[in-house]
């Protein structure tokens, strides 16, 4: 099996088969990112074909073709926050009250409506990884993975999100 590294070279030469191999290698990683953002399925898959149009496009700025696999899901989670902010403002929030366990027909409680807003109010970097964390269940390692940042980058992330959640959930006396 060929690492990314050699995969971007042939790819380089001219060779899109070798790009093809790039895409199933870590479309699955990519996807996740951008569901971690968008939170619809089908909207995900768009940012997905987005993000390996785009790093095609601009695969000679790689500096490092050894990474191809964090900097794919860099571009995916960059163009999935673009997607929210342009096409979909209140896509965040349906997809985090979403999230919330609760028959479809109820609607969350004032304590989760609480916590909605204030994961809400969370810089987007520790949305995803509190989404990854807590409503889907991925261990840090995957999220690293996921996402391409160090394990110990996910932890102060997570770390600091709670310590924000906390802060906030007790101004509005919702410990």
């Known amino acids: 099996m060929k690492s990314d590294e050699q995969l971007v070279a ?69 163009t999935a926050v673009s997607v929210v902010r342009e096409q979909r403002p209140s896509l965040v929030c349906q997809t985090m009250e979403a999230c919330v366990d609760r028959p479809e027909d109820s609607a969350p409680d004032e304590a989760q409506q609480a916590l909605l807003k204030a994961v809400l109010r969370l810089p987007q970097h520790e949305q995803v990884v509190l989404t990854l964390y807590y409503f889907e269940g991925h261990p840090v390692q995957v999220i690293s993975d996921l996402t391409g940042r160090p394990t110990g980058t996910v932890t102060m992330q997570l770390s600091r999100a709670r310590a924000r959640l906390r802060g906030w959930l007790k101004e509005t006396n919702h410990d």
Do not use: C
């Open 10 to 78: 042939i790819v380089m030469q001219g060779n899109r088969q070798a790009f093809a191999t790039l895409f199933q290698r870590h479309e699955r990683s990519v996807l996740a990112v951008a569901l971690a953002v968008v939170g619809d399925y089908h909207l995900a898959q768009d940012v997905v074909q987005e993000a390996f149009g785009t790093a095609y496009v601009k695969l000679g700025s790689l500096r490092s073709p050894g990474s191809f696999g964090p900097w794919v899901r860099k571009i995916a989670r960059h």
